[in-house]
DNA sequence: CGCATATATTTTGCACACAAAATGATAAGA
DNA sequence: TCTTATCATTTTGTGTGCAAAATATATGCG
């Protein structure tokens, strides 16, 4: 159309072409917003049973894996934001199943830790994760493969810089 | 360990075996909240140069792509709830982006309407998502296979009942 | 017509997700 | 030591996401 070869010696306008507007399902941006919702729809029913929600199990996840951790330690475990995962680690707290107290070393730093109560909660969790993907009624491997596809997304997208570091856990802090 | 070769057949429990708890970066679940959440990050600020929030963006979309709809048509088009897709009209209606109307021949339709400033929207939100695109520094081929590998977890994941129709548009309506 | 039932939308309440401001506590330097 | 910069966490405010209750309008039926 534009006679010029392209539109981009032209002044300090961007240099990158317009896109033709993408209908709602060539939106990789909805894909993943939808996909995230669904499983959390479908596993919820499941986590109430537990009594806890969705990233409330997460946070247990990561105890149960490694032990106590600072509440930054969670936040970047999670790739959550603290201004979250603050109250939310109260909610648990409240539950009975978490507890909070300041580290001695260092005043500034909370450490959360499983109540024997949160310890027992592990293997009601197994028995339900069993039931859960019996329900998913998916192969194995194909829900491997998409898990690996998403993190290497996540690894992957955005501006190259410090992408390095997979979003690895911290060793233990205590 | 269990003599039985399993424990199925005692009482009524459940005869689903459990599953050794998997660390974080083996769940599913954590990798679309992840992705998703990652995805929101990488985007939002994007869009901030529009004026709109993410979910705001894809009810545009819809509007863009299909033209009027009601609200019940846009929630099931964007799998969205209906208690969080009404607030948001109204704040899409209160940027002067959309209409909200009863229709005439059934007063129990809203039908949500772009505005001219929401019809001119669409120009620049292509111009951005150039721009966005040339960001995320991924292969287009791969964007578009995660996509539909999550279009087909969406729609194979669960009870195998009514998986039939894959989230289709309403008709236009009016 | 008048009422029970069904359909469409809004409201309410709780739990995030995130940005930005506020607190609390430690460390670094003059 | 006092001061200032830094680090860790919490608080505040807005916008979803979702369940459940409340409204509003339609339709079917006697």
Redesign the interface.
Known sequence: MNTRRNARNRRNQ?T?????????????????????????R??VPFLKKLGVT??QY?VL??L??RGARGVGDLAS???MDLGSLSPMLKRLEAKGLVTRRRQAEDERRVLVDLTPKGVSL??R???M???F??????PLG??????D???H??S?????EAKAAP?K?PEPAF
């Open positions: 961007t990158v072409a317009p896109v033709e507007m993408p209908g709602l399902d060539n939106h990789l941006c909805f894909a993943l917003y939808a996909a995230s919702n669904h499983m959390t479908l596993f969705y990233p997460l996840v990561v149960w894996e475990a999670l790739q592990r293997k969790t197994e028995q994760l069993g039931e993907y019996c329900f998913l009624n998916i194909e829900l491997f493969e998409l898990k596809r998403l993190r997304f996540v992957s997208a955005g501006p190259k979003v856990l």
